[in-house]
């Protein structure tokens, strides 16, 4: 299998998680690339020129990281990171959904920042985004504790999440007012899956 990331993309490091917590990562050729490139032979893979993008063996290709993880987690016997019991399976699921959900608010801060023409950039659009981080992290503030120290697709979403907090600031520091939040996400940093897939220009 082949794996189109990129050590910025925190989408694309949910599914190199979630493949390392799967046990299947030495199963991964690790291919480096620039969506905004929309190179030719990434456009053939997937036409949304999006990362991650997971190319199988038959050359299908799965995206986006909801449907590439669940997908790796069906690949293996081992614990499995979407359950199957259906009160857990749609806890972790929305639970995924909020995390992205941060993501999708974070990107389009960063894109408004950093792309979009000064002259061009709308406060009031990264306002509103902020503001959604901040109701979402209020929420994980309360449920932290619920989690009894799993690490299912749910936390590891929440992981990808904050790790890209830190990394691009798109919010001041989310650990303020948070303690227990900001504990948990110090612990989960023994995880081989976390340290080796941290964010770097």
């Known amino acids: 299998m082949k794996l189109r990331y990129s050590h910025t993309s925190p989408y694309a490091r949910k599914a190199w998680m979630t493949a390392i917590e799967c046990g299947l990562d030495d199963k991964l050729e690790m ?115 619920h989690w009894g120290g799993v690490f299912l697709i749910g936390p590891i979403s929440v992981a990808c999440a904050l790790g890209y907090l830190d990394f691009r600031k798109a919010v001041a520091d989310w650990r303020t007012g948070r303690p227990h939040l900001s504990h948990w996400f110090t612990t989960i940093h023994n995880r081989r899956s976390v340290r080796d897939t941290e964010p770097q220009e």
């Open 31 to 145: 291919i480096k690339t620039n969506a905004w490139a929309s190179e030719a032979d990434f456009i053939a893979e997937n036409p949304l020129s999006k990362i991650p993008a997971l190319i199988l063996e038959n050359g299908v290709t799965l995206y986006d990281s909801p449907v590439i993880c669940e997908y790796l987690d069906s690949q293996h016997s081992g614990h499995k990171l979407f359950p199957d019991h259906p009160v857990e399976r749609w806890r972790q699921l929305t639970l995924q959904a909020l995390a992205d959900g941060i993501l999708d608010a974070a990107v389009a801060i960063r894109i408004e920042q950093t792309i979009r023409p000064e002259d061009k950039r709308w406060d009031g659009w990264m306002d509103r985004q902020q503001a959604a981080i901040i109701r979402a992290l209020d929420v994980l503030e309360k449920e932290v504790g």
